[in-house]
């Protein structure tokens, strides 16, 4: 199917169905690029897809191996995520073919092909815009595929990491929070090695694509219109909302685990205010102690009790401050020190060293954006 549907079909399209005398609503100028692009990205979310099943195994990919491991809310909720990834990819796929089989029943149905290959020009066309719609169908259900896996991974990640937020509320020690740490950094790192090549291949075809559209689209005496152009258009919205899943995804999970650092620090602030609470005259500014509630060692901000952040904060980024519980079980000199290890230990999705957080995709934003203005400066003038 993979050889069929990603380099058979397209390539017969392309050579066979190529109409240089159509007029301008049936002829496929910009059909090349079409099919290279989506060949390409295809192509490589299947060997990445084909390595990780026959080298790890589905289970072990999908880190289900691990999930005995975790607690039952982390196992409810990952399950509850792949049962809707599915229907995730569905979301994405379905309106890219129904767009895309109104444009081939479109221009089959005009009289775009009158290549009689079986004897009966209807049959022949009838057969040729089904091969071709299958291979559409079968080059974006790949790619989101993959994307959509990744996603539910970094997902798993996410649930552990606000999972893991929950021992700076009890009473633990500082080596079980650094060992259930670093078991989340080594999983971070092998999810990291595992799609770095894949992020870093879509991400250069993807944009080699998008520029080769913007240079063809963009010539002198160039006629774009939706009968032409159209195709182009949705490979483009169809190759860049990959991309998308990718970054977002990535920038998430890193972002959620960075975050463990500011969690760290205020647990630290929180436990030190409380140790040296009435030692002096600013304490008493920052914190008050409610002594006639069922929990007399909460603490909290005096001018937060009437606030509602609703959905925006989770266990990892809020503004609450910590309950004090038995605080006392653990010395200065530990929280001080694993709060050093997690300044110094940032966790996150890497790229062959370079972290995929929230400022590493302005970098690409902005060398993106100088690219296209360059180009656009090259063609149209643009100044």
């Not at 491991?69 to 379905?94: A, C, G, K, P």
């Not at 004897?119 to 089904?130: F, K, P």
Request: proline share 1%.
């Amino acid at each position: 199917m993979f050889v069929v549907f990603t380099l058979v079909v397209p390539a017969i399209s392309h050579f066979l169905l190529a109409c240089a005398d159509c007029d301008s609503y049936h002829s496929r100028p910009y059909d090349s690029v079409v099919q290279l692009s989506l060949s390409s990205v295809a192509s490589v979310s299947f060997l990445c897809l084909t390595r990780f099943v026959s080298k790890f195994g589905l289970r072990r990919f999908l880190f289900f191996d691990k999930l005995c491991d975790e607690s039952e809310t982390v196992r409810r909720n990952y399950t509850n995520q792949l049962s809707t990834s599915l229907h995730i990819v569905s979301y994405f796929v379905i309106p890219c073919f129904s767009a895309m089989s109104a444009y081939k029943i479109w221009w089959y149905a005009s009289g775009g092909s009158q290549i009689p290959f079986l004897g009966n020009v209807v049959l022949s066309d009838s057969v040729a815009c089904i091969m071709e719609l299958c291979s559409w169908l079968y080059r974006t259900t790949v790619i989101f595929l993959v994307c959509v896996l990744f996603r539910l991974i970094c997902h798993l990640q996410i649930l552990r990491l606000q999972d893991f937020a929950k021992v700076f509320q009890i009473d633990s020690d500082v080596g079980s929070i650094l060992s259930e740490h670093l078991r989340i950094r080594r999983h971070l790192r092998i999810i990291s090695h595992r799609y770095r090549s894949f992020i870093l291949c879509v991400l250069i075809l993807v944009t080699g694509s998008q520029f080769s559209s913007l240079l063809i689209t963009t010539k002198a005496y160039t006629e774009v219109n939706i009968y032409r152009a159209g195709e182009l258009a949705l490979c483009s919205m169809t190759l860049v909302t990959a991309l998308f899943i990718l970054l977002r995804s990535a920038s998430k999970i890193t972002h959620k685990a960075q975050a463990v650092t500011c969690l760290a620090a205020k647990w630290h602030v929180c436990a030190t205010l409380e140790s040296f609470e009435g030692g002096d005259g600013e304490t008493s500014t920052l914190v008050t102690r409610h002594n006639n509630n069922k929990r007399p060692d909460v603490i909290t901000l005096t001018e937060s009790d009437s606030e509602d952040y609703g959905d925006e904060e989770d266990d990892l980024d809020n503004n609450n401050i910590i309950h004090a519980y038995a605080f006392n079980t653990m010395s200065f000199q530990k929280r001080q020190a694993l709060v050093s290890y997690f300044e110094n230990n940032r966790a996150g999705i890497t790229v062959y060293g370079f972290t995929l957080d929230r400022g590493t995709l302005h970098t690409i934003f902005g060398l993106e954006l100088s690219l296209v203005l360059w180009l656009l400066g090259k063609t149209i003038g643009i100044s």
